[in-house]
């Protein structure tokens, strides 16, 4: 080999390391009161950080679901094709309970330790997660129908994946999928036009057209239709009790940006037979139980693909070198690594405290902080994504690095379960209609007055934002920003690492503060927050 082709000044594949070896994280769980599951999410994020870990996530985007609608006789089949390492992903998170063992586990914390989970086992590969989290957030839904609830519930939290399409009863365990988006009104569920029509058996028959069903090959499904005593909410199963396939036909897969791992279809339901869960005329109160738990997972997997983003970017910077010096040992790049550390540590402590929210049934606080943190926890995420992956220059860019696959996913929780738009329209929704949700948000944000001058500051001109009512809905994002960034703030002042809370306090409370990563102020302690990274050197 030429001379010419001497590679040098190449960073090493940053592998045989272990996920969950980042602090915040380590910090978030025990604090939130699920220190007891630390052996457990240590021995996730080791498998996590192995060669054939990687290998599982890079494949299945390189090779998307495939649908095949017919059998060669003309048969309608329906079947999504995975390739086998999509199965591997699944098997470990199900069997690790990232989908659904804070119900079947009574013990204090369990919220937290799956959360965590999710954190780990999310940065190996994003799309599998979709089904995953939806499974988690069917069961307490599906608990408003007990008789459904017993049937089911006992599968749906089983630790064995069990893939293949066959009569639920007869499988050892179940993974669920959420059918309601349609074409003429996205987020506008009540706009939707499926019906259900009682079969006068207890089922109905259900007709429609869904644009949006992410995890099609999902063995049972909670959708919304127009039932006659209004919208309603229904589990529909793949295959009936009989045996025989329930009317649900896959029309196509859909070609998204990023998520391929993962089938989104458009799905017919052409008389399909359902089981109404709730009362009819109740079915957004019913399903919106749901959302409010995958839309959690939306802030979790944000936080996933930022420890990511910020791991790969130090790791990086550790071994590579430039104008004379590593790049970790240069100014302006310690103060970019620094500002991507903040916000991801941010992003997950306030995750992690949202998990507690949920094992204490701290539902008014959980209600309008979940809404705030989705709207700005998955907002930042693109931009953080965007910033790492220019960290490692032209090689960002490549395939080969893995950061174009965490970029081109970062948009997608922002989108989930309700846009930018959306999720701040709700924070203000969750303030009219439950006054004690505002009572205790501000009564967690308390708990640090007096700790930072910046955050108090802050948190005085929140308050003086809610109290001017006139044009608020206009205000909305830039409102609900500054809740989340107070809320944050907050919760790093209390809990969090003091260099990392200062950084925080400085520059997203405080007035100097640039719009682009790598523009904290001078003063804090970079050195101390990189190396909260979670990177080994």
């Known amino acids: 080999m030429p001379p010419t082709h ?5 960073v090493p594949p940053l592998a045989g390391h272990d996920l969950a070896e980042h602090p915040v994280l380590l910090e978030g769980l025990h604090e939130q009161g699920a220190g007891w599951a630390e052996p457990e999410l240590h021995e996730l994020g080791l498998l996590g950080g192995t060669e054939q870990a990687q290998e599982w996530g890079r494949v299945v985007n390189s090779h998307p679901p495939v649908l095949r609608t017919h059998d060669r006789y003309g048969h309608r089949v329906d079947e999504v094709e995975f390739h086998p390492y999509w199965h591997e992903l699944m098997t470990v998170a ?35 997660i979709c089904p995953i989290s939806m499974t988690y957030a069917a069961v307490p839904a599906l608990r408003h129908n007990a008789e459904l609830a017993a049937r089911y519930e006992p599968l749906l939290t089983s630790p064995e994946y069990d893939f293949g399409l066959r009569e639920p009863s007869t499988k050892r365990g179940l993974i669920a999928g959420m059918s309601m988006t349609e074409k003429q009104g996205g987020s506008d569920v009540r706009a939707n036009t499926t019906r259900a029509a009682p079969a006068g058996d207890g089922t109905y028959s259900i007709t429609g057209h869904k644009w949006f069903t992410s995890a099609p090959m999902s063995d049972v499904f909670l959708t919304l239709a127009q039932a006659p005593g209004g919208l309603s909410c229904f589990l529909l199963p793949r295959v009936l009790p009989d045996g025989t396939r329930n009317r649900l036909h896959i029309q196509r897969l859909k070609d998204k940006l990023g998520n391929r791992s993962n089938a989104s279809a458009e799905l017919e339901y052409d008389g399909a037979v359902g089981w109404l869960v709730g009362e009819e005329g109740r079915g957004v109160p019913t399903i919106i139980e749901m959302v409010n738990n995958t839309r959690l997972d939306c802030v979790l997997g944000s936080a996933a693909g930022m420890q990511a983003g910020l791991r790969q970017a130090v790791h990086h910077a550790q071994h590579r070198s430039a104008f004379g010096a590593k790049l970790i ?122 700790a930072d001058p910046r955050l108090d500051r802050a948190v005085s001109l929140v ?50 503060w640039g719009v682009a990563f790598g523009t904290l102020p001078t003063g804090v302690d970079t050195a101390a927050i990189i190396a909260r990274a979670g990177v080994p050197r």
């Not at 204090?108 to 780990?120: E, F, N, Q």
């Not at 174009?404 to 209609?433: C, F």
């Open 6 to 10: 001497e590679v040098t000044n190449q």
């Open 94 to 128: 199900v069997r690790n309970g990232v989908h659904a063992a804070p119900w079947r586990q009574d013990r204090p914390g369990a919220h937290v330790a799956r959360a965590a989970k999710m954190i780990v086992w999310g940065q190996v590969e994003a799309g599998h």
């Open 329 to 450: 040992d240069q100014p302006l790049m310690t103060n970019v690594l620094a500002d991507l550390a903040v916000e991801s540590e941010a992003a997950t402590a306030v995750a992690m405290r949202l998990a507690g929210a949920s094992d204490r049934g701290e539902h008014e606080f959980r209600r309008l902080a979940l809404a705030v943190t989705k709207y700005w926890v998955c907002k930042r995420a693109p931009a953080h994504a965007a910033e790492a992956l220019e960290c490692l220059g032209g090689n960002g860019y490549v395939e080969e690095s893995g950061m174009p696959l965490l970029y081109r996913e970062a948009p997608l929780p922002s989108i989930w379960e309700g846009s930018g738009n959306v999720a701040a329209l709700d924070t203000l929704r969750a303030m009219a209609r439950q006054p004690g949700s505002v009572a205790a948000f501000f009564a967690e944000i308390e708990e640090a007055a007096g």
């Open 463 to 512: 308050r003086k934002e809610l109290s001017d009512l006139d044009g608020i809905e206009y205000r909305a994002r830039r409102l609900v920003e500054r809740m989340a960034m107070v809320l944050q703030g907050a919760v790093l002042v209390r809990h969090g690492h003091p260099a990392v809370a200062d950084a925080f306090c400085a520059s997203r409370l405080g007035e100097d």
